[in-house]
Nanobody
């Protein structure tokens, strides 16, 4: 069984910073893309940032220059450093990972979510 556990959310003032962490555990053969999504109240879940095992990264336009995704493949962890936070960054942030449990079985897994609230 595979689990993704996030940590690091909280309440911060506009302009502040937070760092989210996500650790994958369980019966894991390999991990391809790891990333972060967010969902604000009344809105659809959207991708924030993603990073492949080879190191390629992609960011939503709204966070480029402010957020940085990184990962530690040895520890099976992914991080999201969020700087210059804005009230519109307020959302539940979810970790997502494309994980193979065998050579043939690959699924996307989700964490439970962590709340990020940015006050103005």
């Amino acid at each position: 069984q595979v689990q993704l556990v996030e940590s690091g959310g909280g309440l911060v003032q506009a302009g502040g910073s937070l760092r989210l962490s996500c650790a994958a555990s369980g019966s894991i053969f390999s991990i391809n893309t790891m990333g972060w999504y967010r969902q604000a109240p009344g809105k659809q879940r959207e991708v924030v940032a993603a990073k492949t095992s080879a190191g390629s990264t992609d960011y939503a336009d709204s966070v480029k220059g402010r957020f940085t995704i990184s990962r530690d493949n040895t520890k099976k962890q992914v991080y999201l450093q969020m700087n210059s936070l804005k009230p519109e960054d307020t959302a539940v942030y979810y970790c997502n990972a494309e994980i193979s449990t065998t050579r043939r079985d690959t699924l996307h897994y989700w964490g439970q979510g962590t709340q990020v609230t940015v006050s103005s």
